[in-house]
């Protein structure tokens, strides 16, 4: 009988332990990428870089709130008449963005243990939040050049709100006694802004403009996260 129960406590001991995940409370990371606009300048939007910092606390291994530093440079459009601008405006935008969100991994909502595939990919991630993007225009077009004169509306500095969407992966780095001491990250973040500050322009739709939706634009960013503070188990 006493050898039984032995059994089992090891048993129950051992399924413990293999389940348990090992992990840091806080992550602070970098990454930089490209991003791309879409708005109300259609005309050549280009990729341009966007470096990130990140803070962020981990509830668990699989959810974390947190801020994110982002600037970089926005910009579309072109001053020499071409096929599809009618209007030659072009920006040239040195955006920053402070942002606060969270995230949330596969690993939370689903039994990672309960098959190979599921544990594999286990640090897919959804996250959204709210910020403010300071816009800062280094280059702009404020007076039509077709002879015209006609001054386009708009401010070359402003703050305007910014509601982001992610998706990504995590692939964590566990150190020598088992916690995730590195985190590799792939995301990718649509933002919309609730505004018009991001491309300087405010034209009304009565003179033939597109000004109907909200300024846009998209950074796909690589990073490397480093975890330290409070240990934690789940």
């Not at 280059?139 to 703050?159: A, H, M, Q, T």
């Amino acid at each position: 009988m006493k050898r039984t129960a032995l059994l089992l406590l090891l048993s129950c001991l051992s399924i413990a332990a293999s389940a348990q995940y090992n992990y840091y409370r806080i992550a602070f990371g970098i990454g930089g990428g490209m991003n791309r606009y879409f708005g109300d300048v259609e005309y050549k939007p280009k990729y341009k870089p966007t470096i990130s910092a990140t803070l962020d606390y981990n509830f668990t291994p699989f959810a974390s709130a947190g801020i994110e530093f982002q600037t970089g440079t926005i910009s579309a459009g072109d001053s020499i008449p071409a096929p599809g601008n009618p209007h030659l405006r072009y920006f040239k935008n040195g955006y920053k963005a402070i942002i606060l969100g969270g995230k949330i991994q596969l690993g939370q909502v689903v039994d990672i243990q309960s098959s190979d595939f599921l544990y594999y990919v286990r640090g897919f991630y959804l996250g959204s939040g709210v910020g403010v993007v300071m816009n800062k225009m280094k280059e702009i077009v404020r007076i039509k050049p077709d002879g015209s004169n006609y001054p386009f509306p708009g401010l070359n500095k402003s703050k305007d709100l910014l509601i982001p969407a992610n998706i990504g992966f995590n692939f964590d780095f566990p150190d020598q006694w088992g916690y995730t001491r590195f985190i590799f990250n792939i995301n990718y973040q649509f933002n919309v802004t609730l505004g018009e500050g991001l491309d300087g322009y405010n034209d009304p739709k009565s003179l033939g403009f597109k000004n109907s939706a909200p300024d846009m634009f998209h950074n796909l960013t690589i990073g490397i996260k480093y975890c330290f503070g409070p240990e934690g188990l789940y």
